[in-house]
């Protein structure tokens, strides 16, 4: 199992190849203005290109998007959100990393052994 952090974190990713047990966004923000879109939503837009059909997303308070929630709900993924917002970016990653690792608590106790 690894945590495989994304560049750009859109359709173009270059590790796209990945089937992951779900996908994160921390927040969208113009800092790949240009590259991804000149508007919050265009580049939303682009980073919902990682969802994959049944795969939860986990989202933060900064990355609640229509472009993400409408693709997630296009390709049927679970929205996970957390909705902690703070002044400090590792506050909110930390509740988003929290929400994330609940959900794999989970996932993962629900499996049954091979």
Known sequence: MAVIERGLGGR???NQCHYPLF???TSISREHDGL???RA???A???AGILKSDVPV???PKAQFKAILNRAAELNCKVLSSHLESDFYDEENSAIARKALQFLSQTLRSMKPA
């Open 12 to 14: 173009f990713e270059c």
């Open 23 to 25: 996908n994160g966004h």
């Open 36 to 38: 991804a879109g000149r």
């Open 41 to 43: 939503e265009q580049i």
């Open 45 to 47: 837009s682009e980073k």
């Open 58 to 60: 986990v989202l933060g």
